[in-house]
């Protein structure tokens, strides 16, 4: 059975989420770990050519053994997938430097923010576009509120899309944005699960490959020659995995600001209530709602009587 065959998921799974986050990276990390075995770590001699025969030569039972633990360590580790993000955004304790890096986020915030600021009339075109890009990179990037500033580019990233999205409706994306997924349209709704993926699956190769390359230095830390480089190929992978996840991360937050632009009336008619008559209306209903989901407070506006909105 050849090692290919090994990545392929029954058919309707391959492309799934299970797949995309949970199984390829947990599959890629195993793979490349048996291959350091099969080739002679934690031994003295490595030989990649003894690995390439021990792969050529497994029986349908091995492999169908090792499909099975990969999918089984898929399924143990799925329900920490929150946990891994949340590491990534800093969540550790402040004894493990997460106060040290916050102050680095703020003092790169700051810089933006002093870029970002409005150039005098006189200044050229070069500083104005400076300028352009520093606060679109301050507002995708950054919370607008200085409080809610993360140790982390990627807690930032999410941090951002917290604080702005349906901001200028006067929603709450913490406690508005589960209710508002729920009436998104299919366009929309794809387009945001599809980013959603490819930032969870990055996150998780990030940590996968990160302690990939701390198994392989202990694996080949007897290993003859310099083979314990290797150890720095699933550090770089992790490395470049970890910048995706800040990409992917800002692609997510302009897919859910987009959600609240196109579809927040959406959710005034699920929730059988009328659409705003101006800014003003619709700023007060919406903060109504906010305090009533994340407080409790109920809401004054009336319900629409007859036939629903839209």
């Known amino acids: 059975m050849s090692l290919d065959a090994l990545a392929e998921m029954p058919a ?3 492309g799934s ?46 492999a169908l053994l090792i499909i099975v633990v990969v999918v089984l360590l898929a399924l143990v580790l799925h329900p920490f997938q929150s946990a891994l993000v949340g590491l990534l955004e800093g969540g550790w304790p402040a004894a493990l430097g997460s106060g040290l890096f916050r102050r680095l986020q703020l003092a790169r915030r700051r810089k933006l923010t002093t870029t970002a600021a409005a150039p005098p009339a006189t200044a050229d075109d070069q500083a104005v576009q400076a300028a352009g890009r520093a606060a679109g990179r301050l507002r995708r990037r950054y919370p607008t509120r200085e409080h809610l500033v993360r140790p982390t580019a990627l807690g930032n990233a999410l941090a951002a899309m917290q604080d702005n999205a349906g901001r200028g409706y006067g929603l709450d994306a913490v406690v508005a944005w589960p209710r508002l997924y729920a ?53 770089a992978v992790s490395v470049l995995s970890y910048r995706a996840a800040v990409h992917a991360a800002v692609a997510y937050g302009e897919s859910v600001e987009l959600a609240f632009d196109l579809h927040r009336f959406d959710l005034l008619t699920a929730l059988h209530l009328a659409a705003p008559a101006d800014r003003t209306a619709e700023l007060k209903i919406n903060q109504e709602l906010c305090d009533l989901w994340r407080q409790g407070v109920p809401p004054t506006a009336g319900y629409v009587t007859g036939s629903r909105n839209g």
């Open 12 to 14: 309707g799974l391959q």
């Open 17 to 62: 989420r299970f797949f995309r986050v949970y199984y390829f990276p947990t599959y890629a990390v195993l793979l490349f770990l048996l291959v350091l075995v099969w080739a002679g770590a934690p031994g003295k001699r490595i030989s990649f050519k003894a690995a390439w025969e021990t792969a050529a030569n497994l029986e349908i039972a091995e």
């Open 183 to 235: 009436v998104l349209g299919e366009t929309v709704r794809d387009v945001v699960d599809d980013r959603r993926d490819t930032m969870d699956s990055t996150a998780r190769l990030a940590v996968s490959t990160g302690i990939a390359a701390f198994a392989t230095f202990a694996l080949l830390s007897r290993a003859t020659h310099w083979w314990w480089l290797l150890g720095f190929v699933p550090l």
